[in-house]
């Protein structure tokens, strides 16, 4: 099992968690607002990559980097991983970019 794909993951996971409560940009502003903003399109996403995969769409490619691990048949357990990060860095960026041009704005 190679777990360095995983592990990369959990680092950018880590890594915006620290900016989210560092800067104070989304669950420490609200808790409930930035679940919703990143479960509900998470749970989005991994509907449509079964709905892909269901339909012969989408599929695990051969890849060295992951770990083998799946939660179904073509869902290596990575997706989850990267799901979540493609979600919270949107919310992130949605919330830090007016926050950015409010300053260049001064």
């Keep these: 099992m190679n777990f ?3 592990l990369t993951l959990a680092v950018a996971l880590a890594g915006l968690v620290a900016l989210d ?5 989304a669950f420490t502003k609200n808790a409930k607002a930035a679940l919703a903003a990143t479960g509900i ?7 449509w990559d079964f709905t892909g995969i269901n339909l012969g769409i989408f599929f695990k490619g ?3 980097y992951l770990t083998g691990l799946m939660i179904a048949p073509d869902f290596p357990v990575e997706e989850l991983f990267f799901l979540a990060v493609l979600c919270y860095s949107t919310l ?4 830090w970019l007016p926050i950015v041009l409010k300053r260049r704005q001064k």
């Design 4 to 6: 360095i794909y995983l």
């Design 21 to 25: 409560f560092t800067h104070k940009l």
């Design 41 to 47: 399109p998470y749970i989005f996403f991994v509907i």
């Design 62 to 64: 051969a890849s060295p």
């Design 92 to 95: 992130i960026m949605a919330t």
